[in-house]
């Protein structure tokens, strides 16, 4: 089993800065892709960012050049550092790990988890 824990975000103010990481953990043999989403009230989830187990990333065009994901792979860890946030980057956002997990007799299987979510509000 697999767990991903997230911690970070809050209340900000409209240009203000903010950080959310989050940390898998259990049967873990390796994390490809990690990555953020958010889902603000009466929207759809929606992609943030995403990085690979190499370090390549993407972001949605709404958060290039303001937000910032990293990961520590030996760590389990995915960061996301948001810059000049703007009202509508409030939503509650969501980390995700696409884990090869350790099963019996050796084996491995490929899961998607997720964490269990962070709100981040930004308001004057």
């Known amino acids: 089993q697999v767990h991903l824990v997230q911690s970070g975000g809050g209340l900000v103010q409209p240009g203000g800065s903010l950080s959310v990481s989050c940390a898998a953990s259990?049967?873990?043999?390796?994390?490809?892709?990690m990555g953020w989403y958010r889902q603000a009230p009466g929207k759809e989830r929606e992609l943030v960012a995403t990085?690979?187990?190499?370090?390549?990333?993407t972001y949605a065009d709404s958060v290039k050049g303001r937000f910032t994901i990293s990961r520590d792979n030996a760590e389990n860890t995915v960061f996301l550092q948001m810059n000049s946030l703007k009202p509508e980057d409030t939503a509650v956002y969501y980390c995700s790990a696409d884990v090869l997990v350790y099963s019996t007799g050796g084996t491995f299987y490929a899961k998607t988890y997720w964490g269990q979510g962070t709100q981040v509000t930004v308001s004057s």
């Open positions: 259990g049967s873990i043999s390796k994390i490809n892709a």
């Open positions: 990085i690979i187990y190499g370090g390549s990333t």
